[in-house]
């Protein structure tokens, strides 16, 4: 972690899991403090679902300790610290919004991005739409995901060369959110963040996900119905429960 950042973020436990307090507001300050620096910088944007596997998966919980931030995108995180006490708790992030916000203060700083996974269609229609809102922001390369395994040195390569400021990746990247991680040695100094399918809704492939608690259980209930495997994410509500109450309990 950048020590430069300790005045912007208050990091906490949450069931074991390192999360941050961080102020959208601070985004740029901190922004300038990771660009500022001689290190990759990985921001994470964290899950319910992340903390669990995080107890269970050594990479993923080494990855969200060693990330200069850890933002909650779940509701349930920030009832979490609460129920914990904590002495910060959480600001809530939407992902979509979040990497909005990112590439503007990216722009205003006169910096660039690399563009990385998702499908060829999605990604180029990604590439236009982002130019169209962010007319002073510099995208100095894109490559589809989904690539063969003798590629990704080349891919590697290719961003490593092209030294963005920010990397964007998303899916169809050989381990996942891991992908990124696994080959900071090779890039540039700068920022990385992991957006999942987001290059989706720049597309305008899917919709952006609702904000208020009624309507996010509604989608989320729509899905269960779509595929009813989903039921059994119930099973990590129910973990993160007594989780909590262990904690809470032993005073940790």
Not at 35 to 42: D, T
Not at 121 to 142: D, Q, Y
Not at 183 to 199: Q, R, Y
Request: aromatic share 12%.
């Amino acid at each position: 972690m950048d020590s430069n950042l300790r005045q912007y973020r208050k990091r906490i436990d949450v069931a074991g899991i390192p999360v941050d307090a961080f102020s959208s507001e601070d985004l740029e300050k901190a922004v300038k403090e990771m660009l500022a620096g001689k290190k990759s910088c990985n921001i994470m944007l964290v899950s319910l679902r992340d903390i669990f596997l995080a107890k269970f998966n050594t990479e993923l919980r080494s990855n969200i300790e060693r990330a200069e931030l850890v933002l909650p995108i779940s509701s349930s995180i920030l009832f979490g610290a609460k129920f914990l006490k904590r002495m910060y708790i959480p600001e809530l992030y939407f992902p979509f919004d979040f990497v909005i916000k990112l590439l503007g203060v990216i722009e205003n700083h006169g910096k660039s991005v690399y563009l990385v996974g998702g499908r060829k269609s999605v990604l180029r229609i990604t590439e236009s739409n982002i130019k169209s809102s962010f007319p002073g922001l510099n995208i100095v390369g894109r490559c589809a995901g989904f690539f063969p395994k003798e590629m990704e040195k080349n891919v590697v390569t290719a961003i490593k060369k092209s030294s963005p400021a920010l990397i964007l990746a998303g899916v169809g990247l050989s381990g996942g959110r891991h992908w990124i991680t696994r080959n900071t040695a090779a890039f540039n100094p700068g920022i990385m963040l992991w957006i999942g399918n987001s290059f989706d809704i720049f597309a305008g492939r899917r919709s952006r996900p609702a904000k208020t608690g009624g309507t996010r259980f509604a989608e989320k209930l729509g899905k269960v119905f779509r595929n009813p495997v989903k039921i059994l994410n119930a099973f990590i509500y129910v973990w993160y429960f007594f989780v909590l109450l262990y904690y809470r309990i032993r005073g940790l």
